[in-house]
C-alpha cells in the first residue's frame, strides 16, 4: 500500500467517470421519450406517450414481445383516425421498456416511464414484476393496465391505477374446475409447477373442486426447469383419478403429458392457458390430443376477427396475450377520449368506469380494477390445434356451439379454429 | 476510510483529505446530477450500491477467508424474507425498519453458522458445491414453506412491504427538504450509500485486524495456520457469519426498496452474478470488489442501450439479446481473469503475490 | 406394491443416467483432482447434437434404431472435442493454481456453454422426434399395474454395457493402468514414461463420450432437450459420485443408482410419510384440516430437488469417502 493517493484520486476518477458515464446516456434517455407529454404543444400535433413493458429479451422475449405488438398495434390504429383530444390534434406513440422479468428491475422500469412522464402504461408481462412496479406507477400516478399479469394480489393492493385485462388465477381455476365437474369426473389428481402462476392457478382449481364435493386424490408439485414426472405421475396412478389438472407452462406440462401416457394414465389431462398452446402437440406428441386447457376472455376469433386479420397481416402469429394488450391500449385511448384529456388524473375516473367492447369480449373494470364477469374460454386439442369447446361465465360452463348461438349476432361467422400460435414456451407469470 | 487515510498520512495528508472531499461531495450530489437525467438511474444506481453491499460481504468469505461460497444469495433471501415478514400485512406486524434489519443480520448469520459448522472440514471444491446445494434448498424451502402452515406465502411471494420510516419520515415518498426535493429513491440512495460507506470500513478494519490476518493465514496453508496457533474452525465460522450477516442487511433493504419479494428474485445465477464481482474486481480487495460489482451492475444498463441498437443498425433485426450477451461476458469474465489476471482487476497486494507465484 | 415396483423402475431408470453422468466426475477428479463444474453441460450438449441429427434423419426411411445409433455415434465425437477443449483450455493452465481458479473458471464454462447451446439451438425445450414408438411391456399379471418401456430397457441395458466396457478399459488395457498411475501420482508416472496431459485429456474425452450417449439416453426418455437441462443433472450425478466415493468408479455406478432410487421413492412417499393427518387422533386442529385436505403433509413432492442435496450434504459430514471410498478425509 504505497500508492494511497493514487488510490483515492482513482476513486474520484472512478466516480467522476461513473457519472459521466451515465452522463453519456443522457442524449439518448432524452431522445428516447421523443414525446413531450401533452403540455408542449407542437405545431402539427401533441405527441401522447403510452409505455409498453415487457421482457424483450431473455427466456420469454417471444411473449413479450408479442404483448409490445399488441400495443403497438392499437395505437396505429388509432392514428390512422386522426384523433383529436381536448380541441388538439394528438399522435399516439409507443415507448417499449424491456423489463427482462426481472423482478428487481420493474421498479426500475416503471420509474423510467415516470420520468418520461408518459399517459399511461401496457405491461407487465409477469405478476413477479407487474406488482414490485405498481407501486411506483402508483406513486406517479400513472394508470397501467396488465395483459397478462395473473396474480389476485396485484389488483388487492389498493391501488386506484391499476387495472387488468386478463382473468385473474381465481377466475381461471374455477372455470376449469367448473368445466371438470361439468365432465362428471370424481377424483381429481392436481400437480403445479411450484411458480406463483402455476401454484396459484392449482389452488384455485383445488379450491373450487372440493368445494363441489369433487374428490382430490392427490396433490403434488414439481418445478418450472423438471424434465421427469414420472415419480408423481405414477404416485398419482396409484390413486386412479378421472381427471388430472397441472398448472404450470407447455415446456414442462408437454413431456408431463407424454410420461403420464407411457405410464398408462387414462385421465382427462387439464391445464390453464400457460399450456394452452399449439406447441404442446409438438412436445406431448398424439399424447396431447384431447387434453384440455383454459384461456381468459373469448377466443379472439370470436370476438374479433378483425383483430386478428390486422395482427397476422402486420406481426403474423399471435403468441398468446396479445388480443389482452391490445384491448389494454385501445383502453387507455378510450378513455383518454372519453375523458378529453391525455392527463391521467383527468382520465383515470373514465377508465374505471369503462364499457368497452374489445378483442377478447366485453370488458369492465370492477372496483379492484380487475375485469367484471370475465368470461373464461375452454379448449381442447384435436389434430395438432387448439380449438374452443365451452365458455365458462358465471359460474357455469356451455357448449362453445351453444355459446356462439347466442352470441351477439356480429359475431356471427362461425369461428374458424383459432389457431393459437406456438409460443416456444418457458415459465411466465 | 479511516484506515485509508491511517496510511495516507504518512505520505501527504493533504492531498488524500482533499481526494477524499472531492470524492464525499461528488458522491453527495451525484443522485441530484442523475435525477437530471431521470430518476430510474437512481434507481439503478441504488440496487449497484446494494450489490457493492452484497459483493463486500462475500468477499469477506471467498477473499478473505478463501472459502468458495457458491449459495450466498441464500443469506441476502434470508434477510428479505425477515424483513418482509415483519413489516408487511402478511403476519399483519409492522416492526421499524432500525429493529429488523439487526434481527435480519442475526437470523442471516445463524443461518451462516448453520451453514459453516458441519462443513468447516471440508475444503474448497466440496464446499462450493455443498454451499451451492444449501443455496437451493434455502429456495426450495422459501418456495414451498406455504404448506401446511403459510409462513412464507410460498412462490406467490409477500407483498406490500413497509419502506424505511422514521416516524412519519418516509423513504418511500418524495418530500421537499430546504428547498430540494428528495424523491424516494434519492433518500434511499444515501441511506443505502451510509451503510456502504459503514461496511467499506468495517471491511477495511477487519482485514488489517488480528481476525483479517487470521483469515488470511488460513487462506494461504490451513494446517500452518492451526500450528500458529490460530483456532481454525472459529475463525472459519466467524467468515461465515460475518458474510452471511452482510447478506442479510443487504437482503433487508432489497425488501424495503422493492416492497415485494418471492422467491424467484434469489435464484443461483444471483449467487453467481455476486461471485463474478468478487472475482472480477480482485479477491480480498475491499476498493476492487466495489469497482467489480459498479462495474458488473451498470453493464447490464450499458448494454441495454448499446447491443440491442446497434444490432438492430447492423442486421436489421437482433441477433443475440443482450441478456445472452452479459451472460457470456460473465462467463468470459469468470475463466479470462483466472487464466490471464488471477488477482481481478484490482488485486490486494498479498493476494496477487500467492496467485501469481502459484499460477507459475 | 405396484406403485412400488412402478416407482423402482422409474428410479432405476434415472439412476442409471445419472450412474452414467457420474462416471465422468469421478474418472477426471481420481486423476486430476479437480470438478469439472461443466460436466453437466457436455450432457446437455450431447443432447442437442443428437436432436439436431434425429430431426435431420426422422423424414428418412431408416429403421429408428439405426437413426438413434446414427445420432449417438454424431453426439460422442462432439462430446469428446468438447471435453478435450475444456481440459486443454481451461483446466490445464491452471493445474497448479490454488482450488479456488479451476473451479470459478469451470463455472464461468459452464455459464458460455450453455448461453452458446441457447445461441446455437435457440432457448426453447425441443422436442426430441419421436422415431421409436414407446411400447409399454407389463411387470405384473393384471392390467394397468406396473410397465417398463423399451426405451427404459435400452437405457439400463446400455448403461449396463458402458460401464462394463469401461471396468475392462481401466482394469485390462495398457491405457487403463497409464490412468490409474497418473491418479496415483502424477510426477512419478511421468518417470515411469506416461505421457500425463496425455492420459489426462484422454480421460477428459472418455468421461465427455460417456456424457454424450447420457444425453441422448435422456433426450429420449423424456422426450425434450432443453439448454439448461445439464446443470441440475450434473449436480444430481455429482451428488451420486460422492454418495459412492468420489474417484472410484464402482462407487460412482453404485451412487448412481442409490440417487436415482432415492429421489424416485422420496417424491413418491415422502408425502404419506409425513402426512400430518396421521396425527389427527391427537391434534383436534389438524383434524379440523384434514377434512377438507386428506393430502395435508409437512413435505411432499415439492421437495424432490432437495434429496440429492441432502444426500451429498450427509454424505460429506458423516462419511467423506463415500460408501465405497477410501481415499483419505482430507480430500474432502
Known sequence: ?429 | MTALLNLNRRRDPRLAWAGLAVMAIALLVLPFALAGIGTAWVRITNLAILYCFLALGLNIVVGFAGLLDLGYIAFYAVGAYVYALLASPHFNVHLPFWVILPIGAAFACLFGVLLGTPTLKLRGDYLAIVTLGFGEIIRIFLNNLSQPVNITNGAQGVYMIDPFRIGSFSFAKPEVIAGLSFSGPVKYYYILLAFLVASIVINLRLQDSRIGRAWEAIREDEVAARAMGINTRNMKLLAFAMGASFGGIAGGMFSAIQGFISPESFILVESIMVLSMVVLGGMGNVFGVVLGALLLSYIPEVLRYTVGPVQRAMFGRTLIDPEVIRMLLFGFALVLMMLFRPAGIWPSALRKRELESKAA | MDIFLQQLVNGLTLGSVYAIVALGYTMVYGIVQLINFAHGEVVMIGAMVAYTVISMLAATHLPPLAIVTIATLAAIPVCMTVGYLLERVAYRPLRRAPRLAPLITAIGLSIILQNLALLIWSRAPLPYPQVITTVSYSLTSHPNGATITNVQVAILVMSALMMTGLMLLIYRTKLGVAMRATAQNQSVAGLMGIDINRVIAITFAIGAGLAAVAGVMVGSYYGVAHYQMGFILGLKAFSAAVLGGIGNMAGAMLGGLLLGIIEALGAGYVGDLTNLCQLSHWFGAIAERCQTNPNLALFGSNYQDVFAFLVLIAVLVFRPSGLLGERVADRA
Open chain 1, 1 to 429: 500500500m504505497n500508492v494511497p493517493q493514487k488510490l483515492g484520486l482513482s476513486l474520484v476518477a472512478a466516480a467522476l467517470v461513473t457519472a459521466y458515464g451515465c452522463g453519456k446516456e443522457e442524449p439518448k434517455q432524452a431522445a428516447a421519450p421523443a414525446a413531450a407529454p401533452a403540455t408542449a404543444a407542437a405545431p402539427a400535433a401533441v405527441t401522447v406517450t403510452i409505455g409498453s413493458a415487457g421482457p424483450l429479451t431473455g427466456g420469454i422475449a417471444h411473449l413479450g414481445k408479442d404483448n409490445d405488438n399488441g400495443v403497438r398495434l392499437a395505437i396505429d390504429q388509432a392514428n390512422e383516425k386522426h384523433p383529436k383530444i381536448g380541441g388538439k390534434d394528438v399522435k399516439f406513440v409507443v415507448e417499449s421498456e424491456d423489463d427482462q422479468a426481472d423482478p428487481k428491475l420493474g421498479p426500475t422500469i416503471a420509474q423510467k416511464f415516470a420520468d418520461a412522464k408518459v399517459s399511461g402504461v401496457v405491461g407487465h408481462l409477469n405478476s413477479g414484476v407487474t406488482i414490485p412496479a405498481s407501486a411506483v406507477y402508483n406513486q406517479a400516478g400513472i394508470p397501467m393496465i396488465s395483459g397478462s399479469a395473473t396474480n389476485p394480489k396485484l389488483t388487492e393492493q389498493g391501488f386506484k391505477n391499476i387495472f387488468r385485462v386478463v382473468a385473474r388465477d381465481d377466475q381461471q381455476g374455477p372455470a376449469v374446475a367448473q368445466y371438470l365437474e361439468s365432465l362428471k369426473v370424481k377424483k381429481v389428481a392436481i400437480a403445479d409447477d411450484a411458480t406463483a402462476y402455476g401454484e396459484g392457478l392449482a389452488n384455485e382449481v383445488e379450491k373450487t373442486l372440493t368445494a363441489a364435493g369433487i374428490k382430490v386424490v392427490a396433490r403434488e408439485k414439481t418445478t418450472d426447469k423438471a424434465t421427469d414426472f414420472k415419480a408423481i405421475l405414477t404416485k398419482m396412478k396409484g390413486t386412479a383419478p378421472d381427471a388430472v389438472f397441472y398448472g404450470g407452462m407447455d415446456a414442462t406440462g408437454g413431456p408431463m403429458l407424454k410420461q403420464a401416457r407411457e405410464l398408462g394414465i387414462k385421465a382427462v389431462f387439464s391445464f390453464g392457458d400457460g399450456a394452452c398452446t399449439a406447441e404442446m402437440s409438438k412436445l406431448a406428441g398424439t399424447a396431447a390430443e384431447g387434453m384440455v386447457c383454459s384461456q381468459a376472455g373469448l377466443p379472439v376469433a370470436a370476438a374479433s376477427k378483425s383483430f386478428v386479420t390486422a395482427f397476422n397481416a402486420k406481426y403474423g402469429e399471435i403468441q398468446q396475450y396479445a388480443p389482452y394488450t391490445y384491448d389494454a391500449a385501445n383502453l387507455l385511448i378510450a378513455a383518454m377520449q372519453k375523458a378529453d384529456s391525455t392527463d391521467p388524473a383527468k382520465y383515470l375516473p373514465s377508465l374505471q368506469s369503462i364499457s368497452f367492447d374489445g378483442a377478447t369480449g366485453h370488458i369492465e373494470f370492477d372496483d379492484k380494477g380487475d375485469r367484471k364477469n370475465a368470461e373464461v374460454t375452454i379448449f381442447t386439442l384435436k389434430d395438432g390445434k387448439v380449438v374452443p369447446v365451452a365458455v365458462v361465465k358465471g359460474g357455469k360452463a356451455q357448449s362453445f356451439d351453444d355459446f356462439m348461438k347466442v352470441a351477439d349476432a356480429s359475431a356471427a361467422p362461425a369461428p374458424a379454429a383459432p389457431a393459437m400460435a406456438a409460443p416456444a414456451p418457458e415459465p411466465k407469470k
